[in-house]
């Protein structure tokens, strides 16, 4: 079975201009969480979305905005990039919104760097 | 929300040596599990570990809910297992919250 997927893998952008990223769960999970990893710091909750809501939003500013599809994918869009959006952005999906036994996997991320 | 710190931050390991990362959390935790980063990004699942213990090979898990921390233990290290350990927990809400995580160095 494929694991979570995520494209692209590697993404190049300008300041001021917009990304997207996107990512497909592992068949028959429903929730999608969206993390942020800068360089030499563990991962930081973004999104979490789960039968196409919103369930849980990081501390992050308005520039960012998620959604999800009825197949349960899910995109990830920055605008108006800054220098400190540079970043590994990883996809994780789950089975379920229930915390016990949420077990989370992630994909192999996206790498964006803003120049 | 749960803060999650994780200690040492480095740890270098000389090939077949065994070596414990510590995972402390600041509240009753509904999930934790223990991760591996590989040196391409992916995070790689090790254990879901919210009480008790596991073992998986050279690699094993103990987590004591009631006083709020988790261990991973390596046994005969390899150099396949450089990267870096995360934990990571959830409390009431199902975001995963990390610790800063442990660089690991294995050498020959």
């Known amino acids: 079975d494929a694991g979570v997927t995520q494209s692209p893998t590697h993404l190049i952008k300008t300041r001021g201009q917009q990304v997207t990223l996107r990512c497909s769960p592992i068949?028959?999970?429903?929730?999608v969480s969206w993390y942020q990893q800068v360089l030499g710091q563990g991962p930081q909750f973004i999104f979490q979305?789960?039968?196409?809501?919103?369930?849980g939003r990081g501390n992050f500013p308005d520039r960012f905005s998620a959604r999800q599809f009825p197949n349960y994918s899910s995109e990830l869009n920055v605008n108006a990039l800054l220098l400190g959006d540079s970043a590994l952005y990883l996809c994780?999906?789950?089975?379920?919104?229930?915390?016990?036994?949420?077990?989370?996997?992630f994909g192999a991320g996206t790498r964006l760097s803003v120049l | 929300g749960i803060q999650v710190e994780q200690s040492p931050p480095d740890l270098i390991l000389q090939e077949g040596a065994n070596s414990t990362l510590r995972c402390n959390f600041s509240?009753?935790?509904?999930?934790l599990q223990w991760f591996h980063q590989n040196p391409w990004g992916q995070l790689i699942n090790l254990f879901y570990?919210?009480?008790g213990t596991k073992q998986n090979g050279r690699l094993s898990a103990t987590t004591v809910a009631t006083e709020r921390y988790s261990l991973l233990y390596i046994s005969s290290s390899q150099t396949t297992d450089s990267g870096v350990y995360f934990c990571a927990a959830t409390g009431t809400a199902s975001k995963l919250t990390f610790g800063t995580g442990t660089r690991l160095q294995v050498t020959l």
């Open positions: 570990i919210p009480s």
């Open positions: 979305y789960y039968e196409k809501e919103e369930r």
């Open positions: 509240d009753s935790v509904n999930n």
């Open positions: 068949s028959g999970h429903k929730s």
């Open positions: 994780a999906s789950s089975l379920t919104l229930t915390v016990a036994k949420n077990i989370q996997y």
